[in-house]
């Protein structure tokens, strides 16, 4: 999952060492709801996938995130 | 003509409710079209030149979808949540065609929130007065600290 961490960390401008599976708005401050739609936009477009509304109001970790891509046969490493 | 509360209301993330609604009304009339498509740019016949559109299956003018559906822009911003509002997203359709002088009334309901994130996901109509929806769509909204 390093890639999609390192995705995160860039869109929320913090070292990628802050950013693993559990990491979310709870316990990364940066990860506000601003960058939540930056954090959508990115993943979509790397991973040419489409999140639904319900889906990005519900994901709330980079877990959740490799867990929806992961549905869409994405490879996540 | 403008019908906005003058100043927006200042509600915190905690104090609004799932389930809590607002609306306000307004008149999409020919000032109101001809203004918008100055604004943006967008004079398409269907919209500026009644001989045309009494041509196609519309029979008469129709307003521009986008310029009803700028009206969440003043729900979110002036109603629901009002001053702390910054806009994410909207997700809109175009279910009927809005005649100009139609009445529209424009109503936001709090889906769900998240409180991690302060945001606030909207359900967002737009209906006619005989109660048909002429735009609906779905915003997310963060509320400012």
């Known amino acids: 999952m390093n890639r999609l961490c390192g995705l995160v960390a860039e869109i929320l401008g913090v070292d990628v060492g802050e950013v693993n599976p559990e990491t979310g708005p709870l316990v990364l401050p940066p990860w506000d709801s601003l960058n939540h739609m930056r954090l959508v936009a990115a993943i979509e477009e790397t991973y040419s996938v489409q999140l639904t509304t319900d889906e990005i109001t519900n994901v709330l970790s980079v877990s959740d995130f490799a867990t929806l891509l992961r549905e869409r046969g994405v490879r996540v490493d | ?145």
């Open chain 2, 1 to 145: 003509m403008t019908d906005e509360p003058v100043s927006a209301p200042d509600r915190s993330y905690g104090s609004i409710q799932a389930g809590e609604e607002a609306s306000f009304s307004r008149v999409i009339d020919a000032s109101v079209v001809a203004t918008f498509a100055t604004l943006t740019g967008d004079f398409n016949p269907l919209h500026m030149d009644g001989v045309y559109a009494a041509t196609t299956q519309f029979g008469e003018r129709v307003a521009h979808g986008m310029l009803v559906a700028s009206y969440f822009s003043t729900l979110v911003g002036m109603y629901l949540p009002g001053r702390r509002a910054v806009f994410l997203s909207q997700d809109v359709r175009f279910a009927k065609p809005v005649r100009l002088g139609e009445r529209i009334t424009f109503r936001g309901r709090v889906r769900r929130k998240t409180d991690s994130l302060k945001m606030l996901d909207l359900d967002t109509w737009a209906l006619n007065d005989a109660g048909e929806e002429v735009v609906r769509g779905r915003a997310q909204v963060m509320v400012l600290s």
